[in-house]
Every structure is written in C-alpha cells, then in structure tokens.
C-alpha cells in the first residue's frame, strides 16, 4: 500500500505567492476558479493556460513536484472526459455504431472538461496548498468567513476543526504504517486473497487506528483545555494578517484576467466556439 | 526448556536460528530530495541461547536495524541472511521469515485489535495455519511465558491495565514460538514495577525457551542486569560489540557517543580516582560488593 500523497501538500520556498497575504489567496482562487468557467473558445483557454503557466513560474514550484500530483488524478481527469465524448450529442457526427453516437461536439467538449478540470487544479493548488501552510489557509479562511459571526455561525470552531484535521494527516499516515507494520510482524496479510478477505485484513489495521484517533483526540482536548481554550471568543493572534498593495494588485489581475476571457469569447465569434 | 511426554527437557527448537547482516546499508526515501542514511555498512552475526542488547542514543539506527532482521524494511544495500539463505531471494517467502524472527514493536499495546486478549494472541498462530487445538497450547503458553493470568484471557484486551496490555502483544509474538525474538524498547513508558516484571518475564522466557533474544534498550541497567551481549550502535555504525564487562568498562567512549553507564560503573570510577581501584569491568551492584569485600580482604592481609 502506498501513502505517499503529494498533491495538496504545503511546499516550502519564498516566492512572492509563498509571502502573500493567504486571504487574497482565498479570493484569487475563488476568482480564477470564475474565470476558468468562464472561457469558452480556443482563444480564451490559451490565456488560461498561459496564466497557468505564469503562476507556475512565479511561484517557483518546481514542475516536477506538481506533475506527481497531477499524476494521482490522471483517472478522475479521464474518467469525466471519457463520459462526456458519449453524453454529448452534436450535430457532426463522427461515429454511429448501434446504440454508441460520437459526435465532434462530444470529444470537443471532453477535451476542454480535461483542461479545465487540469488548469483548475493547478491553479488552485498553487495558490493555496503548495504555498500556504495549512495554519496560515485555515487563518485567512477564518477571517474572510468572520463577518457570517453575525448569523451565529460557528467560523472559529469551523476553522479550528480544519486546522486539527490538516495536522493529523501526516501523524495518521505514520500511525497507520507503523500499525500495519506490526501486524505484518505477526503473519498479516494485506495484498493476497479474495476482496473480502483483504476487507477482513484491514480490521486489525483500522480498530487499533480508530482507536488511536480517539484517544489523541481526548489528549488533544485536554491539552487545549489546560491552555485555557475557550474558542475564539476574544483570542489575540500573534500572527496578524496584513493585506498590502500588492495583494490587492493580485487580485485585480484575476479580475482583469475574467474581463480578457469575456472578450476573447466574442472575439473568436461562433466558429471557434466549443 | 519444555518437558516432553517423559518429563525430560527439550528445547523448542532442535536448530538454532541464525540472522546475518553482510554490509547492510539503509536509507530512508531513498533517492527522493529528503534521503537519511539510517545504516552505513553493517556487519554482524546475530543468534546462539543468549540475551542480546543493542543500544544506542536516539536516531543511531536501532529501531532500523531490529525492523530489517524480520523483512518489514528492505535493505538498501548488503544482504540479511537467516539459516544461510538471503531472506529477500524469494520476496513471497517473507512471511516465513517473520514467524522465525518474531519482533515486539515500540509500544505494541497500541496494536492489539481482537474481541479477547485470547483471540489477539492467537492472531499470530492462526495466521500460520495451524489447527485450533495447536492455537490454545500455544495462546496458552505465551500468556504464561508473558505473566498473564489465565482469567485474564477472556477479557477484552481494552480493559486490561497497561502493562498488562504490553504483556499481552508480548505474548501476542511468543505465541508463534519464533527461533529469535527481537524487541525494540520493551520497557520504554513503564513504571518500575512494570520494567521489573516484563524485562524478568522475558529473560525468564529466554532461558527456559533455549532462543535467543534480542532487546533494544536506552536502560544501562537493564542492559546490565540482563543481556549477554552488548551492541552499542552510533550514527547507524556498530561501535562495540562484546560483553557487558567489554563495554562497561570502555566508558570513556560511551559518554561522548550520549549514552551512559550503570551508576555503579560511576561509583566504581570515582572510587578508583581516590586510590580504590576494584577494577574496571564493574556493571552490577552484586559484582561490586563482592570486589569490594575481596579488596577490603586484601588491605586487611596487607596491614597484617
């Protein structure tokens, strides 16, 4: 079994993006996110592309660490595609064989599903998982979401809940790998036999897991409460947020980047268009 | 030893396992940005009716080391030969390697998973395939070996105490009467109690078995109380390896290396800087009295 997950895994540097204030990062994401939805001829998925490939540069990932992630996704990619090359129904057919109808429109549309879905999720990962830690993403969530306080909304507890799963992902990775280990010294099993045999052999993984789980989560509790956590009632921050110039410039440029796309889209007229 | 249907002793194994390491070298995400060469270059014959410690300071390799002798790690380099033959020759064997070379994980109360502290024991011997008749003698046999009280069996291994819990993985690994037995910090989190009762039941358990057994242990003392043989490992290298009175009284390099030496090595130290030299090999207390009580002897005659 392989627990390595890369994708949407914080990636150390000091790049401009690593500095940024993470709540722009939040809104940019959610900006682009628009835009990519918005793009609708050749010419408007090349400008989505080049600003992909522009954020890739500034951020200074290297390419390598970001196509291993992608890698991980390569089935749902296909899989959306794939589907969409059989759904759609056009007007030039290509193929007709019983009751299977391919239409030009259908592999056109399941060629921009891929590139948005792949441009969607480097965009976004780039801005908020390869160059935010997870303290600072749940922080900058925290605030963008705090004027919803007014509606009794519980945005502290929220982030905080996130905050707490984002640092057990690696302790639980370890704590499962080193369990499996121990049961394997014991004669386990895990990667022959019959489905429900294997399904079996993950018991002696999983209560002791679950167990585990549990009893940090009591001693993490625990330990909040001896520090006198009582939610974010009046909590201070040594860590205060600040948004300068240049985020709010960031930001713009996602705006500017949606207008570009609109008009890109009339520019191409209706032959280009997908 | 156990008794056969006459009553004479016989040891469990009429063969004696064997592991060697042959220029073993390991290294953590090997390859990847964030390599750690764990091991450099190991060489060592491991096995014979004998307890065996290995120590070392945190991050020396110990834990790395114990987990490549059952085939859970693979080395990166070198071979690991068990009864003459490379264990990863055949990768589909490896299982069988683990039956022989048992391993007590660090913590291996955590571990435990079944209905009853019986079940849990079994885990180990039903995954052998052995008869259910075979199962009991064995499950059985280790919760004595492991100090576990028959009516204990029954219980869900959740509400025992935690040194029962260790007792009861402890037996969890004795139960497939492996030919080594290797445990990696037995006594780590206990209270003194608890140390005493699971170190004295397993050496209680290596002599009575004929095996040998293999223990990592940050404890001088318990290395000295117990062990026949002392491993000391530094930054993934073997530094020493003899017996307790070889590595003892090599002190000087112990210190610098962040391990320590039994307290009355100290004592034995201190006394020799005062004039009162008993001599360099002191490990126990007992030993020291007895060279004490010999040195006071001799200064009588010499005054007389």
């Known amino acids: 079994m392989n627990l390595n997950i890369s994708f949407g895994q914080y990636c150390e540097g000091n790049s401009i993006l690593h500095r940024m204030d993470p709540r722009m990062k939040i809104i940019a994401s959610i900006l682009f996110i628009v835009v990519i939805f918005l793009a609708k001829n050749l010419f408007s998925f090349a400008l989505l592309i080049l600003s992909a490939v522009v954020l890739i540069a500034i951020s200074a990932i290297p390419v390598r660490i970001i196509a291993r992630g992608m890698k991980a996704l390569t089935f749902i990619i296909l899989f959306t595609s794939i589907i969409n090359i059989f759904w759609i129904k056009g007007e030039t057919e290509l193929v007709s064989f019983g009751f299977i109808h391919i239409y030009l429109e259908g592999i056109l549309n399941a060629l921009m599903i891929a590139l948005r879905i792949i441009i969607l999720l480097v965009g976004t990962s780039i801005l908020m998982t390869y160059t935010t830690t997870p303290i600072a993403l749940t922080d900058g969530l925290e605030q963008l979401l705090a004027p919803l306080k007014v509606l009794h909304l519980p945005v502290h507890e929220f982030s905080m809940m996130m905050t707490i799963a984002l640092r057990f992902i690696p302790t639980l990775i370890e704590e499962t790998q080193k369990i499996m280990n121990a049961q394997k010294a014991r004669g386990a099993d895990f990667s022959t036999g019959s489905l429900i045999q294997r399904a079996k052999a993950l018991v002696p993984i999983l209560v002791p897991l679950f167990l585990s789980a549990f009893r940090r989560a009591e001693e993490l509790a625990t330990a909040m409460e001896c520090r006198c956590y009582t939610g974010g009632e009046g909590r201070t921050r040594m860590n205060i947020l600040h948004a300068t110039s240049k985020d709010y410039l960031f930001c713009a440029a996602f705006v500017l980047l949606g207008a570009a796309i609109i008009l890109l889209n009339r520019l191409g007229g209706y032959a280009l268009a997908w | 030893m156990r008794k056969d249907s006459h009553g004479a002793k016989v040891p469990w194994h009429t063969t004696m396992a064997q592991v060697e390491l042959k220029n073993v070298s390991f290294t953590y995400g090997d390859g990847g940005p964030y390599a750690v060469r764990a091991l450099d270059d190991i060489s060592i014959t491991l096995g014979g009716s004998e307890m065996i410690g290995i120590m070392g300071h945190t991050g020396s390799g110990k834990s790395t080391l114990v987990q490549l002798l059952n085939g859970i790690l693979k080395p990166s380099e070198g071979q690991v030969i068990l009864d003459g033959t490379d264990i990863w020759e055949n990768p589909k064997k490896i299982r069988d390697v683990r039956f022989k070379v048992g391993l007590v994980m660090q913590y291996p109360e955590y571990q435990l998973f079944d209905e009853t502290v019986r079940d849990d024991i079994a885990f180990g011997p039903k995954n052998m395939g052995m008869t259910r008749e075979e199962i009991e003698t064995r499950v059985l046999e280790a919760a004595r070996f492991a100090r576990l009280d028959e009516g204990l069996l029954d219980k869900s291994p959740f509400e025992l105490s935690g040194g029962q819990k260790r007792r009861a993985a402890l037996a969890g690994v004795i139960a497939m009467r492996p030919e080594l037995l290797v445990l990696d910090e037995p006594a780590a989190g206990l209270d003194p109690g608890g140390r005493l009762e699971i170190l004295g039941s397993i ?14 242990s940050h404890s001088m003392e318990d290395m000295a109380m117990y062990c026949d043989r002392v491993i000391v490992m530094a930054s993934g290298r073997i530094m020493m390896d003899g017996t307790c009175a070889d590595v003892f009284s090599q002190y000087d390099e112990l210190l610098p290396v962040g391990l320590d030496v039994p307290q009355i090595t100290h004592v034995a130290a201190a006394l020799a800087k005062r004039g009162v030299d008993i001599g360099k090999d002191i490990y126990t207390v007992k030993y020291a009295a007895a060279r004490l009580s010999e040195y006071a002897e001799e200064v009588r005659r010499r005054e007389s």
């Open chain 2, 203 to 216: 050496k209680e358990y290596q002599k009575e078995s004929g095996t040998s057994v293999i223990i990592v």
